[in-house]
């Protein structure tokens, strides 16, 4: 409730006054309490310190001019006001004493009070004593000594945040040092005012919370950060008035404001919060932060937010955490020649003479504050409408939106909201949802209640310049997108150490939803192998991985909790779910889990409990939790070895391990050295033999070791994990090996599509870590010549890809260069190269064939083969000396790389001014991307210093710039250089982004394998800030992984791929 001026301050004062008058004679009561007044005004202690303040908001306000008086009751009163300081004096000081309250001892080594605070002149939050507020009356005193208990173990301080409220316990420590909020106040609702200022970037702001006391408290601590807080007013409720605040100040450690009272709330009562501020609209990608565009040769300016996971506090004071939901109600005021969008429809619009206006927003439902969001741009927009009535908003560029852009995103958005309401059976919450395209943003979208805001690059689509590859990605990024409507916006994890239970859901159906869209592409099935599965296994075969839902316990967790193994294995552990339970009874579980918490907050138990009642009910009793504890409390994953019982016919042994790449760094890690991981594995499995597969059987594999039955044909072979639906490898003896290679060079369609392509990256990752002969997987890639399916391409592409960058800078590459060309050049010379451009109506017949054909030409050019890299000379010359572009868009990005790397600088400038000219965003990525596949040194170098310039780069992109260098192989030195001259200034920029700076420094360091880089990274590491050190060990251990295979295996590699070619 907004309060007006120190009204509660003068209501005291009034009641005060009353009680003297019973005691005083009538006609002296009036000059009395003038006197009194004048003396307090004039001889409070305190009175100096407070400063010049609002009308009506301190001691001084209202003072008359003193009347006659008889000196002897002059002396009096003077006597006696003098003896009433010196006893609250005295009373203070022994309180003061008693309770330890000390303003120094507000920050760790801040002997002036707490540090850092922005210098914003006389409204900023000053060091020193609590600065009191000039609105509230009272005191201001030194903030001390209660605090809430520490926080206790995740699951008690989960449980206690849901509802239960806190222990009662005296507040013993500051509870403005803790990571968590103390969890005595909830926010009920938000009344946000803001002013955007977009000449200089600035905004002020006004935000009025109701809060509810659930826990008796002298403290209101909440999360801000960036703000300079001009005012602090606490209020119970009309009839009661203010609540004395004795100061406020903010602290910088753990980005809270603690408001310091002059008394304690009272348990369950509610109280009324007002901070009036004022931050900055940042040049950076967090917060509330500004980005541009240019629209006839005019620069644009726009404002937009990223608050996910902890960055709403740089916009607003604010409880900052996922369970602290509340409902909202924004206005934004701005200048007229700029539209707002929030959450929720506009309700009203007030227009002003000066050419301002200012939108008031609806009410939105109970949310969490990370995906509140707003944005203030001069864009245009097209719409349409779902079955349901969600008014669908796509907002751009105007130029974008004139070209028709944004169209084919719209129209998807409309299809997937009809579908996840038929799936669920929960409705769209919300009268509409905007999708807006942004030049700059730190990721690819963020999934913000009712206004989902976009990185142009994985949204905006130009029909005539679009691969389908690049259509693939703008489609899953959107499907992922209106999935968190669901899974993250309306049921929303309690904590962030289970992000994964609305990233990993948003991955899994990203496949789900797809295959909706375009039901012939078979993405669940089987591109999910691919771009999931065997993508974070490579990841979490790592002895630094984590657990998918790990404990976050201070602030630098939150951020690393946010990677592959949040998103990506926690998909892939989803799809096994999904897979044992049948995907009907997975599904009605998901929709009773979504209708028993909506609008409210669920932990990974309330999944298990919800899915295992599911399962009951289809008279199946299986303990979900007790399954799925093991996959998500554990790092890494299992490999199944199963091995053929000699001694026993029709026996086999069956065991279980943790997989890991490099064995030795399993026993450096301390937490792995102790530690015997087991899993319940549900391993599917059949035996098959040249022409014949029997029904797929299911083994529930608990121990280290068991033995099984099963009738064993000779000849026949067996096959474990099918269509790996499990989260885990599968080994086999030699003999079974040979076995399957056998079939699959046979009669390879005798093995399904996913089982093909499961068996050439198990493989392959089996034998990188030593588990497998070197040998074995590129044996199974000798079938490829006859592979007519997509997938296992694509699986053999990717499993290469390392392997390649291994081997790039050796003397003897040459041989294991020969040795893929002569597995592609049979496919490569059956498909060919495509001869007419795609449109939409083809996209969906085309998609297996056009995808097969770019995967083999790829690989052709990128190994060598004379006919690729001939045709794609041919192709960029004719477009340079034609100035028209006629390469098919399906692989115009292998053309531009194969063009840029074999020839002359030329072609190299040309390519640079097309990323200049360009405006189709699909086109921009791909033609940057190209000039990074440079042979010249000089030209990798310009290019490197060019991408931290903004005006030539976009920030998100400049990352990608560097990691393509470093996969060039002229180029990994330079990128490794430069990554450690301009570490400082990459961390500046990135280093509070998710994701950016751990992709940085993987994508920098994961080809290094020499003792020298090993040494320069290990250097590197003693000096530099100690920042992602989670990132830089990881990088560590790849690197030292990739050193000790080069050791270990390189020779026998070599060998082999020697007498291969000669026979």
Known sequence: ???????????????????????????????????????EAGGSPSAATMGDGDAGGRGLAGARPRGTERPSAVHGRLVLAFAVCIVALLAVTALAVLLSLRFDGCGPGAPGGAPGLPARGGNASLPGPARRDPQAGGEASTPGAPAARPPSDAERERERERERGPEREPEREHPWTHLRLPGHLKPLHYNLMLTAFMDNFTFSGEVNVEIACTNRTRYVVLHASRVAVDKVQLAEDRAAGAVPVAGFFLYPQTQVLVVVLNRSLDAHRNYNLKVVYSALIENE???????????????????VTQFSPTHARKAFP????PIYKATFKISIKHQATYLSLSNMPVETSVFEEDGWVTDHFSQTPLMSTYYLAWAICNFTYRETTTKSGVAVRLYARPDAIRRGSGDYALHITKRLIEFYEDYFKVPYSLPKLDLLAVP?????????????????QRILLDPSVSSISYLLDVTMVIVHEICHQWFGDLVTPVWWEDV????????????????????????????????VLHEVMLLDGLASSHPVSQEVLQATDIDRVFDWIAYKKGAALIRMLANFMGHSVFQRGLQDYLTIHKYGNAARNDLWNTLSEALKR?????????????WTLQMGYPVITILGNLTAENRIIITQQHFIYDISAKTKALQLQNNSYLWQIPLTIVVGNRSHVSSEAIIWVSNKSEHHRITLDKGSWLLGNINQTGYFRVNYDLRNWRLLIDQLIRNHQVLSVSNRAGLIDDAFSLARAGYLPQHIPLEIIRYLSEEKDFLPWHAASRALYPLDKLLDRMEKYNVFNEYILKQVATTYIKLGWPKNNFNGSLVQASYQHEELRREVIMLACSFGNKHC??????????????NRNRIPLNVRDIVYCTGVSLLDEDVWEFIWMKFHSTTAVSEKKILLEALTCSDDRNLLNRLLNLSLNSEVVLDQDAIDVIIHVARNPHGRDLAWKFFRDKWKILN?????????????????????????????????MKTYDGVAAASFLRAVETVEANVRWKALYQDELFQWLGKALRH
């Open 988 to 1020: 500046t920029r990135y280093g509070e982004a998710l994701f950016m700076n751990s992709k940085l420094i993987s994508g920098v360091t994961e080809f290094l394998n020499t003792e020298g880089e090993l040494k320069e990274l290990k250097n590197f």
């Open 285 to 303: 990608l967090l917060g509330f932060f500004r980005s541009s565009y240019v629209l006839h040769g005019e620069r644009r300016f726009l404002g």
């Open 869 to 882: 890299h001939q045709q794609a000379s041919t192709l960029i010359s004719d477009w340079i000396s034609s």
């Open 500 to 531: 994964w239970l609305k990233e990993g859901f948003a991955h899994y159906f990203e496949f789900v939803g797809t295959d909706y869209l375009y039901p012939g592409w078979n993405m669940e099935k089987q591109r999910f192998l691919t771009d």
């Open 1 to 39: 409730m907004a309060l007006d001026g120190a009204r509660g301050a003068r209501d005291e004062e009034s009641r005060e006054k009353k009680k003297k008058k019973k005691r005083r004679k009538k006609e002296e009561e009036e000059e009395g309490e003038e006197e009194e007044e004048g003396a």
């Open 318 to 321: 604010c409880f900052d955490e």
């Open 618 to 630: 289809n008279g199946k009793f299986v303990n979900i939790q007790e399954v799925m504890d093991q």
């Open 440 to 456: 700059k943003h730190p990721y690819a979208a963020m999934e913000n209640w009712g206004l989902s805001i976009f990185v142009e």
